[in-house]
């Protein structure tokens, strides 16, 4: 860390005054560059405090200097940037902005399309809906936000038409579009969504981010409790441990503990004792995280040990049935073989499919089983897996 950057961040106002106005009124693009890249080592409450005395040096004179930050994306900056920007916005500044929206790197285009949800230029609506779907998540995230504000409505429409394409990654973008587009009726349908596809994790992995899950389950238990299950699963592999805080993880599962126990709630705890044991016992899944994602996944585990597990298992079994959400979940912790066989001849492949794979786990697979799932599938490709068993 240069010299400057530790002044900047550091508590001392004779040192991060004298470069705050440095930075902006030369518009040291080096300085700022090297700021942004401490990203992920500073405190929120440091860059925070960054952000607000770069704020209070912006002025009518200088605050065009800050077009040479926005090759430097970063979310805890952005605020301070833009909000100047639109306070001293002329029409020539938007001209500007337009055409950098057009033709700047992707991180210029996401501050452009945060500046848009300030000046509601028309103009900016076919770029927004161009780059809302972009690879770059921080600017499908401003494109799809700023039209929602702009009130846009046939992006928010062609969104819910992808939540029933057959493509998953389609699918997907659909999700991510309307997650950040922000309207909570499209909630419904993005759980539909969720519970048909093979990405389900993924998919409940942005639910919370429109609404919490605390809602999710007042409006309905077992919605609420399949996205948890879903979040659950996707811990460690496909969602960050970090976001436990998002998803408030910790005081949900609090919450389901104090519960009346149901084999739905019961299958939700039985996943998350076994996820949390699992990355507390590998040191690849902790190793970089920060001292507080550490913490709150040991107290996680910690919470969840108070919990009887015995009467969990004891309710899991009435999940094994081929219509319930969490079938899945309860053919990977039961001991019931016998139960495990009724599946074998249930209307649904792939929970036939992991059927048998359960029953080979517990050394109890036999050809009759193996011929009673070959019979119920008409996939081909699931008939060569059976075979393949």
């Keep these: 860390m240069s010299e400057n950057l530790k002044k900047l961040t550091g508590k001392n106002p004779r040192d991060f005054e004298s470069v705050a106005y440095s930075l902006i009124n030369n518009s040291d693009t080096e300085l700022f560059s090297e700021l942004v890249s401490k990203e992920d080592f500073l405190f929120d409450f440091v860059k925070q405090n960054v952000a607000d005395r770069l704020a209070k040096v912006c002025n009518e004179s200088n605050y065009l200097n800050l077009l040479g930050f926005l090759k430097y994306y970063s979310p805890s900056y952005e605020e301070f940037i833009i909000s100047a920007l639109v306070r001293y916005a002329d029409e020539d500044l938007t001209d500007k902005m337009l055409d950098i929206f057009e033709n700047g790197t992707d991180d210029e285009k996401t501050y452009c399309a945060k500046f848009f949800s300030y000046i509601q230029d028309p103009l ?76 389900a994790e993924n998919i409940a992995g ?91 996944i040991l107290d996680i585990k910690n919470l969840l040990a108070s919990v009887n597990h015995g009467e969990l298992y004891n309710l899991l079994d009435e999940e094994l049935k081929a219509e319930s959400l969490f079938v899945y979940t309860a053919l990977e912790f039961t001991e019931n073989e016998d139960v495990v066989r009724t599946l074998l001849s249930c209307p649904n492949p792939t929970v036939v499919l992991k059927s048998l794979e359960i ?28 075979k393949a068993i």
């Design 124 to 199: 900016a609506i076919d770029l927004l809906k161009k780059y809302a779907y972009s690879e770059n998540t921080y600017l499908s995230s401003n494109c799809a936000s700023t039209l929602s504000q702009l009130g846009e409505t046939s992006s928010y429409e062609q969104a819910l038409e992808m939540l029933n394409s057959d493509d998953e990654f389609t699918r997907l973008d659909g999700v991510k579009f309307l997650v950040s587009y922000g309207k909570t009726d499209a909630l419904d349908e993005i759980i539909d969504a969720m519970k048909k596809s093979s990405m």
């Design 206 to 296: 942005d639910i919370p981010y429109l609404t919490d899950v605390f809602s999710l389950y007042k409006k309905n238990k077992t919605d609420g409790l399949f996205v948890a299950n879903m979040i659950i699963n996707g811990l460690g592999e496909i969602l960050g441990l970090a976001q436990v805080f998002d998803f408030q993880l910790y005081e949900f599962l609090e919450m389901l503990i104090k519960e009346p126990k149901t084999s739905q709630v019961a299958a939700v705890l039985v996943n998350a004792i076994d996820k949390f044991e699992t990355l507390t016992e590998n040191d690849e899944y902790l190793f970089d995280e920060t001292k507080e994602t550490k913490q709150e």
């Design 359 to 386: 029953l080979k786990q517990m050394n109890s697979l036999t050809q009759e089983d193996k011929q009673l799932a070959f019979e119920s599938v008409d996939d081909e490709n699931i008939k060569n897996v059976i």
